[in-house]
């Protein structure tokens, strides 16, 4: 953790974080190939258990597994090196292709939001793991035939998934859940995570980009979800190797590159970074505090960029595209880096104007993730929250 003061870390965190570990504020971090004792843990948002309503019949979409092929077509066909120039023509191919993909992310975060924060019970529950369990038993995300776009496409699916079955799993009780049927998905989300870890280790370093950092946020997720530690170490490992990226002046080069969507590709790079740092900070590894310089330095050039584009422009030279660049979704990160480390210059109007934020690879609902203050019951180690008491109410699962 920070070498602050105790008292001043965030109330939401501090309930996550054991009496030791307080007591030892400004001792180094775990080791990054070391796993907490307590094991893996997620937010706090991610334990909350829903708080029960009449909700009727749930009405549960399934997705149909997507078993062929993943070699789809770049939206930036025929771009040159700065990958910035949209093919209209490419993009609707790549959008048809990858369609029940996509439609699965939102799908399995849709319920994971509907159990968990609308309260619709046990049968959106279900239809989270049945979706799951179904993708799982196709052996969906595992094709043989695969392109650098593909994979791209297979880290992103991964990300939403393992975060809406790490939601389902951590808020239910066990006794609510068939042991079977969460090893068939979690042995299902390891071989996923086999995928993506063999196409992004050891990459040369000028193709290391975004993507690498969201298939470390993605792997992470999972690693949390099954309890592999291994793979924990490698999402952290990834995360220093975009630390090092990071330029003197708090730039990530080949984001940058990127000429008109420099902006973007910057922001979009700060979604992953900022959650793993903050998963990392909930166990006890405090990679923020390592690289504080140079990642406050790059999150508040993003934050002044997305104020006054032209200030990346004055950079790299390019005036930049700003279409579609201020939502809910893109602006998400800035929710979670608020109630961690306390907001920068710039953040809380970002967050007043185009909240709530809601990401589906980031985890579905961030505000309730991340924006809640549970009460734990005097006395009692929240490791796991089966006792959790939400509004002068005690759950026991």
């Not at 965190?13 to 190939?33: C, D, Q, S």
């Not at 029960?52 to 749930?58: I, V």
């Not at 077509?73 to 369609?99: I, P, V």
């Amino acid at each position: 953790m920070s070498t602050e003061d105790p008292r001043r870390i965030p109330r939401a965190w501090r309930a996550l974080i054991p009496a030791t570990v307080l007591g030892l504020v400004g001792t180094p971090a775990l080791n990054a190939a070391e796993c907490p004792t307590e094991g893996l843990r997620a937010p706090l948002g991610y334990y909350q258990f829903p708080e029960p309503r009449d909700a009727g019949d749930y009405d549960c979409e399934m997705v149909s597994p997507h078993t062929g092929d993943m070699d789809f077509t770049s939206k930036y066909e025929g771009s040159d090196s700065a990958r910035n120039e949209l093919n209209e023509t490419a993009y609707q191919e790549y959008l048809e292709a990858s369609e029940k993909i996509r439609n699965f992310e939102k799908v399995v975060i849709a319920a994971a939001d509907d159990y968990q924060v609308d309260g619709d019970g046990p049968a959106a529950r279900d239809c989270v793991l049945d979706n799951l369990e179904q993708w799982a038993s196709a052996e969906a995300l595992l094709p043989e035939n695969i392109n650098h776009v593909g994979q791209a496409v297979r880290k992103w699916a991964l990300a939403a998934s393992a975060n809406a079955y790490l939601r389902v799993k951590l808020s239910s009780s066990e006794t609510a859940l068939e042991p079977e049927r969460m090893d068939r998905i979690e042995d299902w989300l390891s071989r996923v995570v086999g995928g993506v870890r063999e196409y992004y280790t050891d990459r040369e370093p000028r193709k290391v980009n975004n993507h690498d950092y969201w298939a470390a946020w993605a792997v992470m997720s999972a690693s949390v979800a099954t309890g592999d530690c291994d793979s924990w170490s490698w999402s952290l490992a990834k995360f220093d190797e975009a630390m090092g990226q990071i330029t003197s002046d708090g730039y990530l080069p080949k984001e940058l590159s990127r000429e008109d969507r420099a902006l973007e590709y910057l922001n979009y790079a700060m979604q992953p970074l900022t959650l793993l740092a903050v998963f990392a900070e909930v166990n006890d590894t405090t990679v923020y505090e390592g690289n504080r310089e140079r990642f406050v330095k790059l999150a508040q050039n993003v934050v002044d960029g997305l104020e006054e584009p032209d200030r990346i422009a004055a950079v790299n030279g390019h005036e930049q595209i700003t279409k579609g660049l201020y939502t809910g979704w893109g602006l998400a990160w800035m929710r979670p880096w608020t109630e961690t480390w306390s907001g920068l210059p710039g953040m809380a109007s970002f967050l007043e104007e185009y909240g709530p934020m809601k990401s589906t690879r980031l985890g579905g609902d961030i505000e309730f993730l991340y924006g809640i203050e549970p009460l734990w019951p005097d006395g009692t180690d929240p490791f796991p929250p089966t006792d959790l008491r939400i509004n002068g109410h005690t759950t026991n699962g």
